[in-house]
């Protein structure tokens, strides 16, 4: 019989999984969009930039002048291009998934930024990729805020789903659930579905490193990369000690680190003063305060924010420890949260709360 | 007394049966008189027992057979060459054992074996080293990873049991950590070899390969370990580009 720990376990690897298969959609849709089928290679001169940041206009209906960083920037040549936006976590309440789908207005917009000369181009499709069991709801709902008069774009504008099926292969597939493209020839293809060989695009160079996007992963998938990129930084010096003596300590500091993790999992490409911050310092600090929880890493002196002790010896089975120890901490805030809306229901008993 | 035959600074490589092929028949092709003949071989094959808890068994065959007539009865009996014991008839007498992990033992004739023998066979081994060599992002050239492949003739994944084997042995291997991401429909793994910080992904998204993405750093020692371990443990394949 499975404990609420089990269960908490299990939501958080498919929280993981989620967030893999999402870096794999945007890296699938940037496969395909560049993709020239006739000469069975990647359109020359196209470019890819997972997570640029780039300007909205005075006109922007929802964010004006603003810097926005969609999920993906395709520059097919210097007159157009596609942003594509990955909105995997969808709630089941259209209520709750209106604001979110409302955003993505944000891209219709002439934004600055792009690869050109004047960082414009004269046209670009936006794309929202959204898992295949949504799919349906979520076109549904375009087309209800858009007959309400609360969504609309200029620019094409798609839902894109992607799912992963094994029949032998496995594949990804991507498929257009509403709206259009400007490249009418990949539209139709989309329509179609199209499935994308998963060790193409798991074994593809360009992309092969990508772990991270926009959004934050969840933790255990965070630390794993952590203590990879750890591994592979040791000095000449530390890997010795680890030799002699099993283990070596290692001092870290959070900005060199989120350093490190950006050239080796973040989206690297020909980005200048565009290139996003992903990840933000942030999110490696809260994955290294979660190693100090697990007793791997030491927060040597707390006068000295943002340094880490981390304990580099052989470890079983890290990524399971990283997903049980972060699921028992999420169990214990949602059993908090469970007990603080009892109290709320039960006024006359709040001043027994505290003992 | 065990020797191997690459100084121990360099990087460990594997031989797998088509690299003993190879450079045996280079042996033979090159040796003036007699013959090159394997006196005893130890070979791994898999156990067709649907009961089985293990996955490969290992045979070691006495015998007295041409070199070239080895490989034609491993091939047969699809099974993969763990180490042989070879002599030389009818010219120079020497003989010794080449194991897989590129080290020998030689009983007669060290000279000569070493010489004839053993520097062939690591001439081939050193070529399988440059395949390895430059596959991570930071030493591929390029900034880009160079992922390789293990690609089976027959589908070893549609037996649905396989894959759970194939990931008890990547547990194995030697002082390595495996975070198992996911384990079906598709294998996705990542790999940290602890020896040296080497990183990899591992998929398994067909039937019939084993895809290895190599990342910031994968040492050709490593990578060509992690290989044999598959191709030893798991099942021979052929390690190719991917």
């Known amino acids: 019989m499975s404990t ?16 893999t298969d999402t870096v794999m959609a945007l890296r699938a849709i940037a496969h395909e969009l560049r993709w020239d089928s006739k000469a069975k290679a990647p359109k020359l001169g196209t470019e890819v930039s997972f997570g640029r940041r780039m300007q909205t206009t005075d006109g922007n209906r929802v964010s004006k002048s603003r810097e926005v960083t969609p999920d993906l920037v395709i520059q097919l040549d210097n007159r157009s291009g596609v942003i594509a936006e990955a909105k995997t976590a969808l709630s089941s309440i259209a209520e709750r998934r209106r604001s979110r789908l409302l955003e993505i207005q944000k891209y219709d917009d002439n934004l600055k930024g792009w690869l ?14 959204v898992h295949l069991h949504r799919d349906q709801e979520v076109a549904q709902q375009i087309t209800e805020l858009t007959t309400e008069g609360a969504f609309k774009m200029d620019r094409s504008f798609a839902v894109v789903s992607f799912a992963v099926i094994t029949q032998g292969k496995t594949y990804f597939t991507l498929s257009l659930a509403h709206g259009s493209l400007l490249d009418r020839e990949k539209e139709a293809r989309l329509r179609r ?15 092969a490193t990508l772990k991270l996007y926009d959004a934050p992963p969840p933790v255990p998938l965070l630390m794993d990369l952590i203590q990879q990129c750890i591994a592979s930084r040791l000095t000449p010096e530390q890997r010795d000690t680890f030799k002699d003596i099993g283990y070596v300590d290692v001092p870290v500091r959070v900005e060199v680190l989120t350093r490190w993790m950006a050239e080796d999992y973040g989206p690297r490409c020909r980005q200048g003063a565009r290139a996003p911050e992903i ?36 470890r079983v089975k890290p990524f399971e420890k990283f997903l049980k120890h972060c699921a028992q901490i999420q169990l214990e805030l949602e059993q908090k949260k469970v007990a603080a809306e009892s109290w709320e229901s039960l006024p006359l008993f709040a001043h027994l709360k505290d003992q | 007394m065990l020797h191997r035959f690459l100084a121990p600074d360099l990087v460990r490589i594997y031989l797998q049966t088509k690299l003993y092929a190879k450079s045996f028949a280079g042996i033979s092709r090159r040796m003036n008189r007699g013959s090159l003949r394997v006196m005893e071989y130890v070979s791994k094959g898999l156990i067709d027992d649907s009961d089985a808890k293990r996955g490969v068994q290992t045979s070691i065959v006495h015998t007295d057979m041409a070199q070239a007539e080895l490989f034609e009865v491993l091939s047969a009996q699809r099974k993969w060459l763990s180490s042989c014991v070879v ?32 520097q062939e066979v690591a001439k081939t081994a050193l070529v399988a080293k440059d395949f390895y060599d430059g596959r991570s992002s930071t030493t591929s050239g390029t900034g880009l990873v160079r992922p390789l492949r293990i690609t089976y003739a027959r589908r070893v994944f549609e037996d649905t049991r396989e894959a759970p084997r194939l990931i008890k042995v990547l547990d194995d291997w030697r002082e ?45 020692d490593s ?11 798991f099942e021979e394949g052929e390690v190719l580009e991917a």
């Open chain 1, 116 to 129: 050109t000369p004047t960082e414009t181009v004269e046209s670009h499709s936006i794309v929202l990729l």
């Open chain 2, 176 to 220: 390595s950590a495996m975070s198992l991401f996911n384990a079906s429909p598709y294998v996705h793994a990542g790999l940290l070899d602890y020896s040296d910080g080497s990183t990899y992904d591992l998929w398994v998204a067909s039937s019939d390969s084993v895809l290895i993405v190599p990342k910031t750093v994968a040492t050709a």
């Open chain 2, 87 to 118: 002599v030389t008839r009818g010219g120079e007498p020497m003989s010794g054992r080449i194991m897989r992990d590129c080290t020998f033992t030689c009983d007669r004739n060290i000279a000569g074996f070493f010489g004839s023998i053993v």
């Open chain 1, 4 to 19: 609420p720990l089990d269960n908490a376990v299990r939501k958080m690897h498919d929280e993981c999984n989620s967030y």
């Open chain 1, 193 to 207: 579905r199209t499935p994308i060989d998963m060790e193409h695009l798991a074994g593809n160079p360009e992309f």
């Open chain 1, 279 to 314: 990840p933000p310092r942030s999110w490696v600090h809260d994955a290294m305060d979660r190693f100090v929880e697990l007793g791997w890493a030491k927060e040597p002196d707390s006068k000295a924010y943002g340094l880490f002790v981390y304990t580099y010896k052989r």
């Open chain 2, 223 to 233: 990578i060509s370990s992690l290989c044999d371990h598959i191709c030893n443990r």
